[in-house]
């Protein structure tokens, strides 16, 4: 009879990790941390940037590391286009690190 000696069978650590560590780590584990963060920020488009911008904006997505959204007003579609750098920075302030590369106003 073997008798296994290791206090946590398999792969287990022997301290308990934070459920965010955890997360981080499933997504890392199943390579779908991009996709998630992606996800994330098209959720959080109202929140970053403003309940003005987010009524006027019809459609948002990301392909390719761009982020593409199309807005109903053309002169805000022109005022953004100029600060595309701007809303870059805002994104990657919010999420910590850059998430996309570049933003297309359609």
Same mark, same amino acid.
């Given at each position: 009879?073997?008798?296994?000696?290791? *206090?946590?069978?398999?792969?287990?650590?022997?301290? *308990? $990790?934070?459920?965010?560590?955890?997360?981080?780590?499933?997504?890392?584990?199943?390579?779908?941390?991009?996709?998630? #963060?992606?996800?994330? %920020?098209?959720? =959080?488009? $109202?929140?970053?940037?403003?309940?003005?911008?987010?009524?006027?904006? =019809?459609? +948002?997505?990301?392909?390719?590391?761009?982020?593409?959204? #199309? &807005?109903?007003?053309?002169? &805000?579609? #022109?005022? %953004?286009?100029?600060?595309?750098?701007?809303? &870059?920075?805002? %994104?990657?302030? $919010?999420?910590? =690190?850059? +998430?996309?590369?570049?933003?297309?106003? %359609?």
């Amino acid at each position: 009879m073997i008798v296994n000696k290791r *206090p946590y069978p398999n792969n287990r650590k022997g301290q *308990p $990790e934070s459920i965010g560590d955890a997360v981080k780590e499933m997504l890392k584990s199943f390579n779908i941390e991009q996709k998630f #963060h992606e996800t994330n %920020l098209i959720n =959080s488009w $109202e929140q970053v940037m403003g309940v003005a911008i987010a009524k006027r904006t =019809s459609k +948002i997505y990301i392909k390719d590391k761009k982020l593409y959204v #199309h &807005l109903t007003s053309a002169p &805000l579609r #022109h005022e %953004l286009n100029m600060s595309k750098n701007k809303i &870059l920075v805002l %994104l990657a302030k $919010e999420f910590g =690190s850059p +998430i996309v590369n570049d933003v297309v106003l %359609l």
